[in-house]
């Protein structure tokens, strides 16, 4: 390499540089004609400016971060709005997670506040005995498909156990719109009432049924047939059956983590907290948000 940078008048840095960028990874034999085909290639993605150096995405990504958007969600919906394809949530975590950054804590901003990028895990579902249980099984494949309007998903986040509170959540699976009501006491009586809460308020179009797990809180499902809405079940310790409203739960946890007491927690802070959730734009819709693509649906059903 010395002699061929003497040769060049280069320095021999250029030259093992050269080498390691352009030599085939197999052969290991330097093929000049190959090499200049790979520079070309490259050439047009060289000398870019990194995307967040332009003030107009740098302060569009740090006000959405501040709103506890996730990188994927801040990019999607920069491109959608402004047109700006440069931009990738993988730039946005580089740039979170940067050395040059580690002093602005820019993790606390993300909606999970993990100091490092970790491997998300659910949790299961308790296996009780329900009076008309109608397994998941049996559900029909528009609902599966998520081709028909109209069918939630619910499920109970518990409080500090020994209060035994909660809140009671629904999804709706297409629109992915998020309700949810809080309840005293995990039990039957409480979850069909903060349900036929949540139902009675909307349209008949926008409640065909709900699928629930197995928790003790449902044995009153039969009630919500006088909304003329068919209850199924997921199978026991089976919660990726109802991963839209297991992955919703979990956006509701970043504001009210495990642990702390529910006591304090009114339903209009809470309503405040499912608002920020139902407008935020999500991948899965395209970067609309659940209650545009909510208002959308039920447009085209009445």
Known sequence: MRAIATKLSRHPATISRELKRNRPPR????????????????????????????PRAFSYVLEKLRESWSPEQIAGRLRKERGESAIHHETICRFIYGQKNRERNLWEY????????????????????????????????????????????????????????????EVERLSRLFVAVRVDRIASRETITAQQQIFRGLPEPSRRSTTLDNGREHHAHMALRLLRMQTYFADPYSSWQRGTNENTNGLLRRYLPKGPSFQDLSQE????????????????????TPREEFEKQLRCCT
């Open 27 to 54: 052969s290991g034999c330097y093929v000049a004609i190959s090499a200049k085909g790979q520079a070309e290639e490259r050439s047009p993605r060289s000398h870019l400016r990194h995307p967040l150096k332009n």
């Open 110 to 169: 993300l909606p999970r506040k993990q100091r490092r990028r970790q491997k998300k895990t659910g949790r299961s579902a308790q296996k009780v005995r329900i009076l008309q249980r109608v397994s998941i099984h049996r559900r029909p494949e528009a609902i599966d498909q998520r081709t028909e309007f109209g069918h939630w998903e619910g499920d109970t986040v518990e409080g500090r156990k020994p209060e035994g509170d909660g809140i009671h959540t």
């Open 269 to 288: 802070g809470l309503d405040g907290m499912v608002e920020e959730i139902n407008n935020r734009p999500r991948k899965c819709l395209g970067y609309n």
